[in-house]
């Protein structure tokens, strides 16, 4: 079959972080940077996980590594289907 697994997409979950003081007027400072550069106004608690996303995204090292990581857990058997259960078997 050529159509792929599909797959749910991941909830979101909420996290609660304490920033040190300089890190917040950095994110702050960036937050007042983003207006300046793309004419709105965004709360720099919204720019935390643009941030992060495009942190892991450009992080070269982390992508070749997950993109293995992947390929192995989709050539290892799932508990279920090594232990023989039918509703795993297709």
């Known amino acids: 079959m050529k159509l792929a697994r599909i797959s749910k997409p991941l909830r979101s979950v909420q996290v609660r972080v304490t920033l040190a003081g300089d890190l ?4 702050e400072s960036y937050a007042r940077y983003y207006e300046h ?4 106004a965004v ?3 919204a720019l935390i996980p ?3 996303s495009a942190f892991l995204q450009g992080d070269r090292e982390f ?8 390929s192995s857990r989709q050539r ?3 508990s279920s289907s090594a232990n023989g259960d039918p509703k795993s078997q297709g």
């Open 37 to 40: 550069v793309h004419g709105d």
């Open 43 to 45: 709360d720099s608690k």
């Open 50 to 52: 643009e941030i992060l």
């Open 63 to 70: 992508q070749t590594w997950s993109r293995s990581s992947d």
């Open 76 to 78: 290892r058997p799932s």
């Open 24 to 27: 917040n007027a950095a994110l």
